[in-house]
């Protein structure tokens, strides 16, 4: 990642000058490359003057290699625990469904041994009265 951010960096700092202003720095993201290359590093650019004053950690209107490293980690960090945040809340929700359908499977199963059972029952009474029936035309 941190390659990644590097080569970004050297791709935007074309005068080597070790910072960009404001101007540069939106220049440089017109370039289709920057853009895909900052797309690749998972960060959201919908805000390109925020996202630079939050770059501009000493507020000089210029972003140093170092702030920029440091921000774009920052902001990659942030959109990672976005992600996390997303996933651990579909994972509940997920998990919650499940133990929804568990207990109403359960109950479901509940209910047919009932009836299985009470078929069961019907059956052995069944038998009984044709085992009676039997015994009663045998012996006569």
């Known amino acids: 990642y941190m390659k990644d951010i590097r080569i970004l960096w050297e791709r935007m700092d074309l005068s080597n000058a ?3 202003s404001r101007r540069q ?4 993201l017109e370039d289709p490359t920057v853009q895909a290359m900052v ?3 998972n960060v959201d650019l919908v805000d390109i003057p925020t996202f630079f004053d939050s ?9 140093e290699l170092e ?3 440091v921000g774009m980690m920052r902001s990659n960090f942030k ?13 509940r929700k997920a998990k919650r469904s499940s133990e929804k359908l568990a207990r109403r499977t359960q109950d479901h199963l509940s209910q047919v ?12 009474q069944l038998f ?9 035309s045998s012996s006569k």
Not at 55 to 63: A, K, M
Not at 79 to 91: A, I, K, P, Y
Not at 128 to 136: F, G, I
């Open 18 to 20: 070790g910072s960009l």
């Open 25 to 28: 720095f939106q220049h440089a």
């Open 55 to 63: 770059l501009d950690e000493d507020g000089d209107g210029r972003v």
């Open 79 to 91: 959109s990672n625990m976005v992600d996390s945040h997303t996933l651990l809340r579909e994972h």
């Open 39 to 41: 797309e690749h590093l």
């Open 128 to 136: 009984a009265l044709v085992e009676q029936k039997m015994d009663k």
């Open 67 to 69: 702030e920029f490293v």
């Open 113 to 124: 041994a009932h009836h299985l059972s009470r078929v069961a029952q019907d059956q052995q």
